[in-house]
């Protein structure tokens, strides 16, 4: 508005001089002046309408860039339901309807999809989503919180735990990803106590594209509840990279068994411990515990990169200690705690098991690990896990995990860059875990 200003002025004056006859006057006055000084004002008179311009533009200096696109519509978190939530988890968990219904209708106003297919992506993503731990999605909140805390002696506001917890769900969205197509390629039975979404008779092989919808639906709640932010690159940036991390961490597992005319082959001499931890690092570490930390100190207002390198170090730490519980339980934890039947022998997985009980065992005990490991047979499988036995895995295991701990209490007490809650909090849901 102030920029046309000039623009009016200029109009109004010109229309007088010109009804009035001046302009003929001044017109006449001019030519009849020397050229030199007809330069002059001509100079002045730039000079003038320069330096009108400026002054519009130093009273609206946006005037000409300003949008005229509605902002976005405020979100109606379910606040309320926050509010009178009793528990961290409850909390959590009131956000995933209203992510749900937005996904949908997002699906079916933007991108024209039929009711059939609303119905098969709300019926997936109920199936493949919840049903977890949820130990992703509520370190994210639990994260932020203990930082707000630090920082700004104070609770997070209703708000503030909504916002959080999107987050979260992206984090539980991006591991419903994961594991669909993980099962996919593994041959898996079942998820947390439920058939594998694959094995349903109705979905097969179409739940490799619903692991895709997956993956694009935790980048859509991001643009949608934090496009706006400051920050929103760099969670893209921190989702794209981790997911990255994962994938490789897959593939690193998947090639560690000899494919021979389609079909994986026992070779031992590729289960070695430094291809185990790379596994664990780039499979579990990165997207189990350092993004949930990441995403709460970026939403938090960190921003010393020493701050981060820590927090990923220990993250790494703690992912490779998680991975190690999650392969013992795997063999000897119990299917009704865990929510699934262990298939690492028959899906001749790089374990961590397997590796240290071919560090361990007698030229006896490794031809038996040799002739059984990797196949689908109970007998097979049983030998294996005699073989374990007789190596006294239990205790080694037990002795493991009580010196990762330690080490990790160790590691806690030289970080200056971030609370010690922030770790201590993960660690607690790991230690001596059943599940």
Not at 322 to 343: A, E, H, S, W
Request: hydrophobic letters at 40%; aromatic letters at 10%.
């Amino acid at each position: 508005m102030v920029g046309t200003i000039p623009t009016v002025i200029t109009g109004i004056a010109a229309a007088q001089l010109i009804r009035s006859g001046t302009f003929d006057t001044l017109s006449i006055g001019f030519f009849s002046l020397p050229i030199l000084s007809q330069i002059s004002l001509f100079a002045i008179l730039f000079s003038i309408v320069f330096l009108a311009v400026a002054i519009s533009q130093f009273l609206d200096p946006d005037d000409h860039h300003h949008s005229h696109d509605p902002p976005p519509a405020p979100i109606n978190y379910p606040l309320s339901a926050i509010s009178a939530a009793t528990t961290e988890r409850d909390r959590f968990l009131t956000l995933y309807p209203h992510i749900r219904s937005e996904i949908l209708d997002h699906l079916s106003s933007t991108h024209e999809l039929i009711p059939e297919a609303t119905i098969w992506v709300e019926t997936m993503m109920d199936y493949t989503v919840p049903g977890g731990k949820f130990n992703r999605g509520l370190t994210v909140l639990q994260v932020q919180r203990t930082l707000i805390k630090s920082s700004g002696d104070r609770e997070l506001t209703d708000t503030e735990v909504a916002r959080a917890s999107v987050l979260g769900w992206a984090i539980e969205f991006l591991q419903a990803f994961f594991l669909v197509a993980d099962d996919v390629m593994d041959d898996s039975q079942t998820r947390r106590g439920q058939p594998c979404w694959y094995k349903k008779s109705e979905v097969g092989n179409i739940a490799i594209n619903d692991s895709f919808l997956l993956e694009s639906f935790v980048f859509f709640m991001i643009d949608t509840h934090f496009g706006m932010e400051d920050y929103h690159q760099q969670l893209i940036s921190l989702f794209h990279q981790v997911v990255l991390q994962t994938e490789i961490g897959q593939l690193l597992d998947l090639t560690s068994q000899k494919m021979v005319q389609g079909k994986p082959q026992v070779d031992l001499h590729r289960f070695t411990i430094q291809r185990y931890q790379k596994i664990v690092k780039y499979k579990t570490a990165f997207y189990t515990f350092y993004l949930p930390v990441a995403i709460g100190m970026i939403t938090s207002g960190v921003t010393d990169t020493k701050a981060f390198d820590v927090a990923k170090k220990i993250c790494c730490t703690m992912g490779e200690y998680f991975q190690i519980q999650d392969d013992y339980l795997d063999c000897f934890g119990d299917p009704q705690i865990i929510g699934k039947v262990g298939t690492d022998i028959q899906d001749n997985k790089c374990s961590w098991l397997v590796v240290q009980a071919l560090d361990r065992a007698t030229p006896s005990q490794r031809t038996v690990i040799e002739q059984n490991y990797g196949q689908w047979d109970d007998d097979k499988v049983e030998k294996i896990k005699a073989i374990y036995r007789d190596l006294n895995m239990t205790d080694v295991f037990t002795k493991y995990e009580e010196d990762s701990y330690k080490a990790i209490q160790e590691e806690l007490d030289s970080v200056t860059q971030l609370p010690r809650d922030v770790f201590e909090l993960l660690l607690k849901k790991i230690y001596k875990r059943s599940k």
